[in-house]
């Protein structure tokens, strides 16, 4: 017997649309849980901001692996960084960075900052890939641009897409913006998420339950464990 | 080169490269008795936007600046609306069904065109989307790339939709993105104020954010 999810509790709809999904055309993406946006030393320790905001979406958000694991679901991973000669990085991203005093590329405590294969850049251990699961490196916030992630989708037959991860309003919210343009319906989590600001947090959830869910659906992971039928 | 007053710092520009986007100021979206009305919203939120957007768009064409407008919507046969965005949250109103300007958000149709005070002229760019942002399924790109734009000058609607989504899509490809608070609209004045916030947020982590007046009389010195 084939796993499925739905409908789970969700705002604004019991998600998703079309009643429930099997698992197996779920993915459970996991955004950007990386030292060098919710550890000691990394970038957003480096800019000032308080990472146990980041982090808060961790413990629900192991869980939920565990769960997705189990029953059979896809499991991406994605992780922001460049290339160490910097080549895939705007000139404008580096300059913003320089102006708040943790330039892209430069050496902080977990490494050059955002590049690729240093220690800052790895996903945390609560949450690290296990073997044969997808990891997307993307140079952008969102998670499609300049990524093989739509290929990896589409060629593993998915429709569906649960979203986790940090930031709530950057990068989460672009790839899920990304995600709803190209057909996919999305739940994002909200205790599986989170931001450098608790206000940016709420507003960046409350904006995709308008107009009818303009960009999909909010709910918890015990929702989701919830409504999954083994 | 022009440079404005803006958060989170001064956002200089070359009139070499720079285009003015005007994002889906759609009949369907701001006339009164539309589809964005028909859900219940507040049309003046958006409408606020067109006397400043109007004002800029004389001034830029004046400098002889490229303008670049989009418009949401879809083919007439749906072909090409994913079933997740005809079908959730089951809508009173749905994308295709006869409006008070015709088939809503469909092409061709009056609601789907751009509201009179900002009509597109002859030669400038029209953009037609079948998502919030202008990137994905269009030819914006390479338009960009074949014309040398660098930068943006971000105005329409909604600001923290289609606005947001296609400020996010320009950063991510490396395009510096200024939105200009007074050009664009939200149905919500909380989203209206968080999603500018959120853009000149963390050193300006998606562009910068001024008013247009700033705009104007820099072009024009």
Same mark, same amino acid.
């Given at each position: 017997?084939? +796993?499925?999810?739905?409908?789970?509790?969700?705002?604004?709809?019991?998600?998703?649309?079309?009643?429930? =999904?099997?698992?197996?055309?779920?993915?459970?993406?996991?955004?950007?849980?990386?030292?060098?946006?919710?550890?000691?030393?990394?970038?957003?320790?480096?800019?000032?901001?308080?990472?146990?905001?980041?982090?808060?979406?961790?413990?629900?958000?192991?869980?939920?692996?565990?769960?997705?694991?189990?029953?059979?679901? !896809? =499991?991406?991973?994605?992780?922001?960084?460049?290339?160490?000669?910097?080549?895939?990085?705007?000139?404008?991203?580096?300059?913003?960075?320089?102006?708040?005093?943790?330039?892209?590329?430069?050496?902080?405590?977990?490494?050059?900052?955002?590049?690729?294969?240093?220690?800052?850049?790895?996903?945390?251990?609560?949450?690290?890939?296990?073997?044969?699961? =997808?990891?997307?490196?993307?140079?952008?916030?969102? +998670?499609?641009?300049?990524?093989? !992630?739509?290929? =990896?989708?589409?060629?593993?037959?998915?429709?569906?897409?649960?979203?986790?991860?940090?930031?709530?309003?950057?990068?989460?919210?672009?790839?899920?913006?990304?995600?709803?343009?190209?057909?996919?319906?999305?739940?994002?989590?909200?205790?599986?998420?989170?931001?450098?600001?608790?206000?940016?947090?709420? $507003?960046?959830?409350?904006?995709?339950?308008?107009?009818?869910?303009?960009?999909?659906?909010? $709910?918890?992971?015990?929702?989701?464990?919830?409504?999954?039928?083994? | 080169?022009?440079?404005?007053?803006? &958060?989170?710092?001064?956002?200089?520009?070359?009139?070499?490269?720079?285009? #003015?986007?005007?994002?889906?100021?759609?009949?369907?979206?701001? #006339?009164?008795? /539309?589809?964005?009305?028909?859900?219940?919203?507040?049309?003046?939120?958006?409408?606020?936007?067109? @006397?400043? #957007? @109007?004002?800029?768009?004389?001034?830029?064409?004046?400098?002889?600046?490229?303008?670049?407008?989009?418009?949401?919507?879809?083919?007439?046969?749906?072909?090409?609306?994913?079933? @997740? &965005?005809?079908?959730?949250?089951?809508?009173?109103?749905?994308?295709?069904?006869?409006?008070?300007?015709?088939?809503?958000?469909?092409?061709?149709?009056?609601?789907?065109?751009?509201?009179?005070?900002?009509?597109?002229?002859?030669?400038?760019?029209?953009?037609?989307? %079948?998502?919030?942002?202008?990137?994905?399924?269009?030819? #914006?790109?390479?338009?960009?790339? &074949?014309?040398?734009?660098?930068?943006?000058?971000?105005?329409?609607?909604?600001?923290?939709?289609?606005?947001?989504?296609?400020?996010?899509?320009?950063?991510?490809? /490396?395009?510096?993105?200024?939105?200009?608070?007074?050009?664009?609209?939200?149905?919500?004045?909380?989203?209206?104020?968080?999603?500018?916030?959120?853009?000149?947020?963390?050193?300006?982590?998606?562009?910068?954010?001024?008013?247009? %007046?700033?705009?104007?009389? @820099?072009?024009?010195?």
């Amino acid at each position: 017997m084939m +796993a499925t999810i739905g409908p789970v509790k969700a705002d604004p709809y019991p998600w998703p649309y079309d009643g429930t =999904v099997p698992a197996t055309r779920t993915a459970l993406i996991c955004i950007d849980w990386q030292t060098d946006f919710c550890g000691k030393g990394g970038y957003v320790d480096s800019m000032g901001y308080d990472i146990e905001l980041t982090r808060a979406g961790l413990p629900a958000t192991a869980r939920l692996l565990a769960h997705a694991r189990e029953i059979g679901m !896809l =499991v991406i991973h994605t992780r922001e960084g460049h290339d160490p000669d910097l080549s895939d990085l705007p000139a404008n991203k580096r300059w913003r960075s320089a102006q708040i005093g943790a330039e892209i590329g430069s050496d902080g405590p977990q490494g050059r900052i955002l590049v690729r294969g240093e220690p800052g850049w790895e996903i945390v251990p609560e949450v690290e890939p296990v073997a044969g699961e =997808v990891v997307v490196d993307k140079p952008g916030k969102g +998670a499609f641009y300049a990524t093989n !992630l739509d290929l =990896v989708l589409r060629t593993h037959g998915i429709s569906h897409l649960i979203l986790t991860g940090i930031t709530t309003d950057v990068c989460v919210h672009t790839t899920m913006r990304e995600a709803n343009d190209r057909g996919y319906e999305c739940l994002i989590l909200s205790d599986c998420t989170g931001a450098t600001d608790p206000g940016n947090h709420a $507003a960046a959830l409350h904006m995709v339950t308008m107009q009818g869910g303009v960009f999909g659906c909010v $709910a918890t992971s015990d929702d989701v464990i919830t409504a999954t039928e083994a | 080169m022009p440079t404005v007053y803006a &958060k989170p710092g001064p956002f200089s520009f070359d009139m070499d490269s720079t285009a #003015l986007v005007v994002i889906d100021m759609q009949r369907d979206f701001l #006339l009164p008795g /539309g589809f964005g009305e028909s859900l219940g919203n507040d049309v003046s939120q958006l409408r606020r936007t067109i @006397a400043p #957007l @109007a004002a800029l768009m004389a001034a830029w064409r004046a400098a002889g600046l490229p303008i670049i407008h989009t418009r949401e919507g879809h083919m007439p046969d749906l072909s090409d609306c994913p079933p @997740a &965005k005809l079908n959730r949250g089951a809508p009173s109103m749905r994308i295709g069904d006869p409006g008070a300007f015709g088939r809503i958000l469909i092409r061709g149709e009056y609601g789907h065109d751009i509201v009179d005070e900002l009509q597109p002229l002859p030669g400038e760019e029209v953009i037609d989307k %079948p998502g919030k942002g202008a990137f994905y399924a269009t030819d #914006l790109s390479e338009i960009l790339e &074949k014309s040398g734009i660098k930068a943006l000058v971000v105005t329409g609607v909604t600001t923290e939709v289609c606005v947001h989504t296609t400020v996010r899509e320009a950063n991510d490809r /490396g395009y510096e993105c200024l939105v200009l608070a007074d050009c664009v609209g939200s149905y919500f004045p909380e989203f209206q104020r968080v999603g500018l916030q959120m853009i000149a947020a963390q050193g300006g982590i998606f562009g910068w954010v001024a008013q247009s %007046p700033e705009v104007i009389t @820099a072009i024009q010195e």
